[in-house]
């Protein structure tokens, strides 16, 4: 097996062993991507001379035995996060050439515990959208079939874990754009609590729903990565001091006695029925796993599309008001008058995903109109995250589909933003309440196409979805596959 094929834990038994160096790592890492990249379009951006030199220096330390968590490890981010002296584009015009004079708290904290950053993972724009198909840079593809979406927003991220072009990468998610990719990829992705992982330096798009979090091989690695990047955060505003506990230490724990929620409102038409058949599949594992599961309720689900798109474009339409070609990013050429340059180089400078996401939130939030959609949307918000807050309390954890159906094609939804919407209906509500999720590979289609289980918590409870994630992952053995390419 190639070393870009082997987890996190995996790496670092070698690298404690001393049988592998981090040079060989980071090397084989970008192999890889000489091999498959022209064809995945997984990174906007490759760094590796700083890669390649980061990995000669952890090679140093790990001969004085100064080995840190991710020590020698290649690390792949979203292009959302701002990494000091290095482009952060957001996969759009107008940022093309923004250089961030700062790193973001995520990357500082994986920067402490050695990782090896590999480059910046393509994304939709402004992390606007569910296939990566409205980057600036032009699209994804799914490793597994390369007629396919790999998910969105953070399709460059997973398909990069996928493809082994890195052996794990940082997303955000705003209404499932780490699960839902990640499911969609065949691997695990964890949208934590809102607060619990810091949001500064994350380039926002909806800043009351945006969160960082994970991709990676496995549910061990998940624990590892949240190890490092949960925690208080004074330079963020909604970042909670609450107490961070070794992740690790929920894998391998059993679930005996766990009552898990089977929420009905999830189980509906419009579901894949192979998409179905494993989700089922996954609910008898559970079961046979010790975990009692019961039907539960949460009967806003109908509304909580409707809610995510007029609050997150509503905003969507004040954070990306900053882009005016003043400060920094792209600029209108030949233009005479100021209000010219603002209207062309906004009109030149973001992607029809974003323009009408803009525009729908500054209806939304007009004069006349607020009262009637933005008010209205945050107070069924509120009956949302009620629903939650009742539906844990005969249940430990909820399970549902993370997807209604599996990767489609490229291009197939383009022309159909409801469709396109509709794509994330299992994944929004999480964002809306603020509670965490994760996505856990679940089987495959005829096709071959991976399938992912989502498991939810409580509010800060991102260690019963490592447990119970874990324990799933161990006795659902699910068949070890990867993408042909």
């Known amino acids: 097996m190639e070393l ?30 000489d091999a498959v990249e022209e064809r ?11 890669a390649l030199a980061a990995a000669a220096k952890a090679d140093v330390d790990i001969k004085k035995g100064n080995i840190k968590p991710l ?5 792949a981010l979203k292009d959302i996060v701002c990494t000091k002296g290095i482009t952060t584009t957001c996969g759009s015009r107008i940022l093309h050439n923004f250089v961030p004079p700062y790193n973001s708290t995520v990357v500082e904290k994986l920067r402490s515990a050695g990782a090896i950053f590999i480059g910046k993972a393509n994304m939709d724009e402004f992390a606007m959208g569910s296939s990566t198909e409205t980057s600036y840079f032009g699209p994804t593809r799914n490793p597994w079939d390369l007629e396919r979406i790999p998910g969105g927003s953070s399709g460059g991220s997973a398909a990069a874990v ?29 949208k934590p609590t809102y607060g619990r992982v810091s949001r500064f330096g994350l380039i926002a798009f909806a800043s009351s729903l945006d969160q960082i979090g994970p991709f990676t091989k496995d549910v061990e690695d998940c624990a590892i990565m949240m190890n490092i990047i949960a925690g ?47 989700i089922k599949k996954a609910i008898r594992v559970i079961e046979q796993s010790g975990g009692q599961c019961v039907e539960i309720s949460l009967p806003h689900t109908q509304y909580c599309v409707a809610t995510y798109y007029i ?17 920094y990013g792209f600029r209108a050429a030949d233009v005479r008058e100021l209000l010219e340059m603002y209207k062309i180089t906004r009109m030149q400078g973001f992607g029809s995903e974003v323009k009408r996401r803009i525009m729908i939130g500054t209806y939304a939030l007009s004069a006349g109109y607020y009262d009637a959609y933005y008010k209205k949307a945050s107070q069924v918000r509120a009956l949302i995250k009620h629903d939650f807050d009742e539906a844990f309390k005969p249940c430990d954890v909820i399970l549902t589909p993370t997807t209604p159906t599996p990767a489609f094609k490229i291009g197939e939804k383009t022309d159909d933003p409801l469709q396109m919407y509709l ?3 299992f994944t929004i509500s999480t964002n809306l309440a603020g509670i965490p999720g994760i996505s856990v590979p679940c089987g495959f289609t005829s096709r071959g196409l991976p399938i ?27 068949e070890k596959r990867r993408p042909t390419l």
Not at 465 to 478: D, F, G, M, P, R
Request: aromatic share 8%; charged share 25%.
């Open 452 to 478: 992912g289980v989502q498991f939810l918590a409580g509010h800060f409870e991102e260690g019963k979805l490592i447990q119970i994630a874990s324990a799933y992952e161990k006795n659902a053995k699910i």
């Open 40 to 50: 995945v379009h997984s990174y906007i951006r490759l760094m590796k001379e700083d």
């Open 162 to 190: 996928a493809a082994d072009e890195c052996i794990a990468s940082i997303g955000s998610d705003t209404g499932g754009s780490i699960r839902q990719p990640a499911a969609l990829c065949g691997i695990v992705g964890m």
């Open 4 to 33: 870009n094929q082997l987890t996190i834990h995996e790496l670092q038994e070698k690298i404690k062993n001393n049988s592998v160096t981090a040079t060989q790592i980071t090397e084989s890492v970008f192999s890889r991507i």
């Open 311 to 327: 609050i997150a474009p509503a905003e969507a339409s004040s954070n990306l008001a900053r882009y005016d070609g003043v400060k």
């Open 232 to 278: 208080y955060d004074p330079k963020e505003s909604t970042s909670v001091n609450a107490e961070v506990p070794d992740y690790r230490q929920f894998i391998g724990r059993d679930i005996k006695s766990w009552k898990i929620g089977i929420p009905k409102e999830y189980f509906i038409e419009g579901v894949d029925p192979e998409v179905n058949a494993a």
């Open 423 to 425: 794509s994330d209906v």
């Open 71 to 75: 020590t020698g490890i290649p690390i």
